[in-house]
């Protein structure tokens, strides 16, 4: 039996009723079937077909409106520092306005009272070193009759330093203490004189306990309170001046006797026996007042740094003095109480007035044997040609002078130390990191710097550039169309002397020394050559070999008159036993 439309629908209505009673009913006890079936609804939603948004809406009893719910906020962005104290300012303007204020107000007050405690520091120091019993550090300078002592004197009187000096000669005492103003003292002691230093030494002891000024009247050893001390020794000893031990020439033909020893003795022995002695005072006083000691030796740099060709006496005496300084400086690093002593080389180049190359002089080869000068003459020739023989552009004395007294005064009392920016003294921490820089060695002067570079460099590379000069004059004289003009000290004969014709005779050494020492006319070849058979004669007795000269000397070879006769005509010797016209 068909059902009809009514019954139909009547089913429906009750099969409605049977689940709105069911849910309600479960629904309290079970919570997730509302969430579920809103879910499930929500996702029909979305992703379902199109036709579905066109579904009549089912409203459940219980479960309400099934919406969808939008999408949640993104996170606001994490706020910076900068934002933070801007919205803290806006809204604590008054605090602030508060902190701002105060902050300016301490900055102006720090940098007024930086400005103020630094202009009455320095006068206060200036003040110092114008009052007379301030005055206690004593410097003391040997060769301040140097050409760079003069001017380094007066500039550490001025920088408040007593200064006790020395002179070779006492014609030079008035004349430096003249310069002064009351605070520098001269004393005598020849380098060359080693009998002048016990002198020195007692008249030094003797100026440390007398008064100063010496300009003032009164008894000048009378007690005084401000007892002097020793502050700092510099050594301008060993920095030679140009004289006739320092005239360029080979090591083969240098006269260690009558050359190389007197410059051992002054520019070496002097000035370390000078040390030794005042050594033990700068100790002492070094543990009495506070404060950096220096022990200051300025050498010539192209002799300690490299050592050129032709320049042994110079070398030689500059390498033996640079080693002590280094062994004094290690014995000093490990020795009880004087680790505020420092010892300090400085390497000097050209300073002062432009020096006259030795190179240059037409008659420096005028004592070298004719093999010397045809085995060195055109080397020799060669250095005074290129840039090694001219003269470099010198460099002013205030820079040389400034420096030792950065030293002297530990970067305190320098031209750069009184540098100062809003009050900070920016020129003395400048002099600090330089003086850390450089350390315990450094050069000043023209061509200084270029010698210190040139000592690091390898031995070969080294040598090679130094023989650079006499190779390039070498290619040049082949080059040339016309050769040009050998040296006039060179002789052109010397390789063509017949062995049998030369005369060899055995001199000791006092022979040579007289004709290297003394500027008087030479003689003519045959009063040599007998005045040379006499002296031989008469020292005919065994001798010890050290009291001969170097191996040049041994083979005597007349060097008078290479301009007026040949080589081979003053190699003969004249025999006034046998007449005067028999020859050997």
Known sequence: MVPSIDEVEEYFQSLERFLTDSLVVASPALPNIREAVHRLWVDISRFGPPGLSSFPDIHVPGLGAFEVPPPPPPPPPSRTLVEKAGDWIIENPWKSSTIAVTALVGAGLLAGYTTFHMTHAHKRRVRSTTVTPEKRQVVVVLGGDHPLGLPLIIELEQKGYIVITSVST???????????????????????????????????????????????????????????LLHSIISLLTLPVPSIHTVPTPIEQLSLRSTYLPHLLSTHFAP???????????????????????????????????????????????????????????????????????????????????????????????DWTPSEKATYGQAFAALG?????????????????????????????????????????????????????????????????????????????????????????????????????????????????????????????????????????????????????????????????????TSSEVDFESNSGYGDVSTVESSWVSLGSRGPTDEV
């Open 272 to 366: 370390l026996q000078a040390l030794q002695a005042l050594l033990p005072l700068l100790r002492s006083d070094a543990q009495r007042a506070y404060g950096r000691k220096s022990i200051i030796v300025c050498l010539p740099a192209a002799d300690a740094r490299v050592g050129l060709p032709f320049g042994g006496v110079s070398a030689m005496s500059a390498a033996a003095t640079l080693r002590a300084l280094d062994v004094l400086r290690r014995e000093v690093a490990v020795g009880q109480g004087m680790g505020s002593i420092r010892i300090v080389a400085v390497d000097v180049g050209v300073v002062g007035e432009n020096p006259v190359s030795s190179l240059e002089n037409s008659h420096a080869m005028d």
């Open 385 to 549: 040609e290129t840039s090694m023989g001219q003269s470099r552009r010198p460099e002013d004395i205030s820079v040389l002078v400034n420096n030792i007294v950065g030293v002297v005064s530990a970067g305190t009392k320098t031209k750069m130390a009184s540098k100062t920016i809003c009050g900070v003294r920016v020129g003395f921490g400048y002099e600090k990191i330089r003086d850390w820089i450089r350390g315990d060695r450094f050069a000043v002067g023209a061509g200084a710097g270029t010698y210190t570079f040139a000592s690091f460099l390898p031995g070969m590379l080294l040598d090679g550039l130094l023989s650079l000069p006499h190779i390039l004059v070498g290619v040049r004289n082949r080059l040339l169309p016309v050769p040009p003009a050998q040296p006039r000290t060179v002789p052109k004969l010397a390789r063509n002397i017949p062995s049998s014709t030369a005369a060899s005779v055995v001199l000791p050494s006092s022979s040579l020394t007289v004709s290297r020492t003394h500027s008087a006319p030479r003689p003519s070849p045959p009063e040599t050559a007998a005045a040379a058979l006499e002296q031989t004669e008469h020292h005919s007795e065994p001798e010890d070999i050290s009291e001969l000269g």
């Open 170 to 228: 006492p014609e030079a005492v008035s004349s430096i203490e003249s310069k002064g103003h009351g605070y520098v003292r001269a004393l005598v002691l020849d380098p060359n004189e080693p009998g002048t230093i016990p002198i020195f030494l007692r008249s030094l002891a003797s100026t440390l306990s007398r008064r100063f000024p010496i300009t003032a009247a009164g008894d000048p050893y009378a007690t005084t309170p401000y007892h002097p």
